[in-house]
C-alpha cells in the first residue's frame, strides 16, 4: 500500500526568494542563491522577528543546526548561520547574521529549545556571545580553557596541553612544548631544481653548474677511445697493484716479501713470493707417504 506524503518529493526554489525577501522586508540585508538553497542575510537586531516569522507564517518548524564562520579582516569578523527545515515543504533555508567579539546576537532560544546547546557551541569554539541565553557555558572543551579553538588567529597547537600524571593521579595541564618547530617543506623536483639558492650553493659560484655558472656553449662528447683514457697502456696500467706493500697485504700473506710469524695453529710456513709453482709443488702432500 504506497503510502501519499503532502510535501513534495523535490525542493523547489523557484519564487522563493522574492516571496520571503518580500515577507522579511526592512529587516533584510540580502538573499541570494547558493548551491540550490536560499541564503538570507538579515539585521542582526531583528533576528529573533525574522526567525518568528519564518516559522510561524512560512512553515519553517525546524532549526537543524546553527554554525560559526571567522572572517578577520571584516569588521564584523562572526558569522552566525541558521539552518531552518520545513518538513511540509521539503524546502530548506539558511539565515545569517555578522557580529563582533563585543556585540552580542539574540538568543534563539525562546523559539526552539534546542538552539542552547548550539549557541553554546558556537560561543565555545568562536566566543560570539548570545543574550538572552541563561546558561551559556562551554560545552566542547574544558573548565578553564582559555580562548576560541575555531578562530583564525588560534594558534594550531594551543596554548596548554593535558597528560595524566602519575604523581598526583589527576590529569595536569602544561604549557605547549614541541618538540621541533614547525618546519616547511618543498616538494619541488630535484631534476627541475628550486627557485631560489640552496644552501651551500654560493660557495658553489662560478662553477660549472652552479646558479651563478655561465652556461657551457658546446658539450663535451667523445668519439674514439683515445678521448676516454681507454686502450692497451690504460689496461696495463690498470694490471698492476697500486697497493703493493701495503700493511694489509702484508697481514694478509699476499705481499711480494715476507711471511707471517709462524703459530700454535699456523705451522712454520716457508716464505714465498706470491703464489708461484715451485712453491705449490713443495706444498703438496705426496702420495702413498706418510702426510
Request: hydrophobic content about 35%.
Amino acid at each position: 500500500m504506497a503510502v501519499l506524503h503532502s510535501a513534495p518529493k523535490f525542493t523547489l526554489i523557484d519564487g522563493l526568494k522574492d516571496t520571503l525577501s518580500g515577507a522579511l522586508g526592512d529587516m533584510l540585508v540580502e538573499a541570494k542563491e547558493e548551491h540550490g538553497e536560499l541564503l538570507l542575510t538579515v539585521q542582526r537586531e531583528s533576528l529573533e522577528d525574522a526567525l518568528r516569522l519564518l516559522r510561524d507564517e512560512h512553515s519553517y518548524q525546524q532549526l537543524m543546526e546553527i554554525a560559526g564562520a571567522d572572517y578577520p579582516s571584516r569588521p564584523e569578523r562572526f558569522e552566525v548561520v541558521y539552518m531552518l527545515l520545513s518538513l511540509t515543504k521539503n524546502s530548506r533555508i539558511m539565515v545569517k547574521v555578522t557580529a563582533s567579539e563585543t556585540t552580542p546576537v539574540p538568543t534563539a532560544t525562546t523559539l526552539w529549545p534546542n538552539a542552547g546547546w548550539l549557541e553554546r557551541e558556537v560561543f565555545d569554539m568562536y566566543g560570539v556571545v548570545f543574550a538572552g541565553n541563561m546558561d551559556l557555558r562551554r560545552i566542547l572543551t574544558d573548565y578553564g580553557f582559555e580562548g576560541h579553538p575555531f578562530r583564525k588567529d588560534f594558534p594550531l597547537t594551543g596554548y596548554v596541553e593535558l597528560r595524566y600524571s602519575e604523581e598526583e593521579k589527576r590529569v595536569v595541564y602544561e604549557p605547549v612544548e614541541l618538540a621541533q618547530d614547525f618546519r616547511q617543506f618543498d616538494f619541488l623536483s630535484p631534476w627541475e631544481g628550486a627557485d631560489y639558492v640552496l644552501p651551500g650553493d654560493e660557495k658553489a659560484e662560478g662553477d660549472a653548474g652552479s646558479p651563478g655558472a655561465p652556461p657551457v656553449d658546446e658539450p663535451k662528447t667523445t668519439e674514439k677511445p683515445g678521448q676516454t683514457g681507454a686502450g692497451e697502456k690504460a689496461d696495463e696500467k690498470a694490471a698492476e697493484r697500486e697497493s703493493a706493500g701495503a700493511p694489509a697485504e702484508e697481514d694478509s700473506g699476499v705481499a711480494d716479501e715476507g711471511a707471517p710469524a709462524p703459530t700454535e695453529d699456523r705451522p712454520d710456513e716457508p716464505a714465498r713470493k706470491g703464489k708461484s709453482a715451485d712453491t705449490a709443488k713443495a706444498t703438496e702432500p705426496k702420495k702413498g707417504g706418510d702426510q
